[in-house]
Each structure stands twice: as structure tokens, then as C-alpha cells.
């Protein structure tokens, strides 16, 4: 039997009400971005005024699961990483986890905490991104509060009044100031929680840039 396909504004419709680009129109922008980079599967309709794009109904609870974690994350390419790295999975779920915990609301979004531990349980186990829809924690999409140009980590990190290190840290590493980042990890005690682990995410993403730096030196040689 032939699937049947949804264009994007449909398909966000029937994920998450029928009023959700009434009051949220970038979410299509949104979605549409996970069209581009490979997240979702699609198929471009050919006609005389416009191309389409649509999914299969069998890529619906990606793009549900994927409008989901970009309200926590802002940036596409990290949502990407999430469906296809197991490291950087692990690392989200760790933040998602440090969000949540113990929280009965954030940046002014009730959540439910039932669903709060599935979701980060979800994240943290073999769940199949792909193949079921996460538990959804959030009364109402952040999105829809918050807009698509930001996401609910960095309005908690600057709504801080005063940073604490860890978060001022975080931020600089989401930011890509990873020696900055450096600079004030290695002033905190690396046995306090959660220090080891950020340390060594942010010089493995130094490691890397060096690394990538040593072969554009190498390739402009040749």
C-alpha cells in the first residue's frame, strides 16, 4: 500500500493542533530545516507554479521528536547530531536532565513531571528516535512561547541574574568560545559534579578544530 504524504504545514498541524501556525508561522521554517539537512525524508512534487516537498506518514514521529528537541536546542545541525550521534546524545540528555530535574516549570512553561522523567529516560536509552514519538514534557510547545529563534537552554542560561560558573561556562561553549570556555573550566574543581565531563567535551572540540586547522595548513602547501 502507497504511504500517504503530508506537506510540512500539514503535518505540523496534525502533530500539534490546528491553530500551531496561526500562532507560531516559523515553525514551518523550522521544520523545513530538517528537510534540508537530512533529518527528514521527502519527496519534491513537480508542478507548474512550485515545488513541494512532502513526508511519508512513516516520518512523522521524526519530525515530531525533532520540533520537540529544537525546542530545547536550538541549532538544526545539534538536533541532527542528537538523531545520529550516540556521544552527543548522551550529552544532551545530561543537560536535558540538569534542566529538569526537581523543576515544575521553565522559562514560564508548565511541565509535566511524569513526562519530563520519560522524555529524559527516553534520551538516555536505546529509544528509537526514528520509530516512536518521545514523551512530550511541555503543557504547551516552547516555540510557541519562545519563538524559533531562540531555544528553552539559552533563555534559562540568560535569565540568570548572576551566572553560576557552570552555567557561564555552558554558555561559551554553545556559543563556540571553546578557549574561553577552557579558560574558566580549568579554574573549577574537576571533581565537582558535572566539571570532568564538560572539560572533556570542550578540549575534544579544540582537539578537533586544531586538527582540522593542521590540514587546511597541510592542504595549502601542496
Request: aromatic residues 6%; negative net charge; contains cysteine.
Amino acid at each position: 500500500m502507497d504511504s500517504k504524504y503530508y506537506t510540512i504545514p500539514d503535518a505540523l498541524r496534525m502533530l500539534f493542533g490546528s491553530q500551531v501556525l496561526v500562532t507560531t508561522p516559523s515553525l514551518r521554517t523550522k521544520a523545513n530545516s530538517f528537510l534540508r539537512n537530512g533529518v527528514l525524508n521527502f519527496k519534491a512534487d513537480l508542478n507548474i507554479h512550485k515545488n513541494t516537498n512532502t513526508i511519508p506518514e512513516s516520518e512523522l514521529d521524526t519530525l515530531f521528536n525533532a520540533m520537540l528537541l529544537s525546542s530545547i536546542f536550538a541549532d538544526s545541525k545539534e538536533v541532527k547530531a542528537i538523531f545520529f550521534e550516540a556521544e552527543k546524545r548522551a550529552n544532551c540528555a545530561e543537560v536535558v536532565k540538569a534542566m529538569f530535574t526537581r523543576q515544575h516549570s521553565l522559562a514560564g512553561i508548565a511541565l509535566s513531571s511524569s513526562e519530563a522523567s520519560a522524555f529524559i529516560a527516553c534520551l538516555e536509552g536505546s529509544f528509537d528516535l526514528r520509530a516512536e514519538r518521545l514523551p512530550n514534557p511541555f503543557k504547551t510547545l516552547p516555540q510557541v512561547t519562545l519563538g524559533t529563534n531562540t531555544s528553552l537552554l539559552r533563555v534559562l542560561l540568560a535569565q540568570a541574574a548572576i551566572l553560576e560558573p557552570m552555567d557561564s561556562i555552558l554558555m561559551k561553549y554553545l556559543d563556540g568560545d571553546l578557549l574561553e570556555a577552557k579558560d574558566l573550566i580549568d579554574q573549577l574543581d574537576v571533581n565537582a559534579s558535572g566539571v570532568a565531563e564538560l572539560k572533556a567535551e570542550i578540549e575534544k572540540k579544540i582537539t578537533e578544530a586544531e586538527d582540522v586547522d593542521v590540514l587546511l595548513d597541510f592542504m595549502r602547501t601542496l
